[in-house]
């Protein structure tokens, strides 16, 4: 009778360990639910013409959180376009929440303008200075630019090398309008506008306020610029 109800503890025991193991969320699971959200998001990125390549990084075999009774959710904690080692949040929202962050190498390759040749700083951007080569997009956090269209005009901040991705950052707009031009000054309200002409007091871009005189009245304003050559004042 002992020797029965100690097999049959032994049993229990062992058929309590099997239950504990086989109810745990294991380190390849969360590391297969990681490398399969990236895999996605990859073939996502491949309709826009990017090419992605990854590894996910190691998790402690030893580690085991508890079973999870609904799917694993997965997203990543930093922008993967704008850094090269993201990290995935994989996490279980069930009876036993849980957290876990794995990381991940990635690099992202797509088309990209570089310069064609050295910049020079105040150089004026046209399409003969430009070229569309493919670059690791998300080595630099800084952004990159594709279409030419939207640049051409804008000025050069500072030296550029020949094969230098062109970034938001290393552009300026042109002065729509420089000092001493002569202006338009449209002064506006809700219900009509009036129309006269002024002077630049200082040079500024689309968008920035510059100081105007009034050649009527020879009175000094401080208008936006709207557009080359015209300014705005409300009223």
Known sequence: MQMRTLFLATICLFTTALNTVAAATTSSQIRDAAAGFIE?????????????????????????????????ETTFTTDPLSTTSPSVLVSCSGERPWRMYVTSSVEVHGPALVAARPLARGERLTATVLQERQIQINASRRG?????????????RRPVNAGSPITPDLLEAPNAIERGDHVIIMAKSTVFSVSSRGKALASASVGEQVLVENLRSSRTVRATVTAPGRVEIPM
């Open 40 to 72: 996605a998001w990859a073939e996502q990125q491949a309709l826009q013409n990017l090419d992605v390549r990854f590894t996910v990084g190691n998790i402690d075999s030893r580690l085991t959180l508890a079973a999870c009774n609904s799917p694993l």
């Open 144 to 156: 990159i630019l594709t279409d030419p269209e939207q640049i051409s005009g804008m000025l050069v």
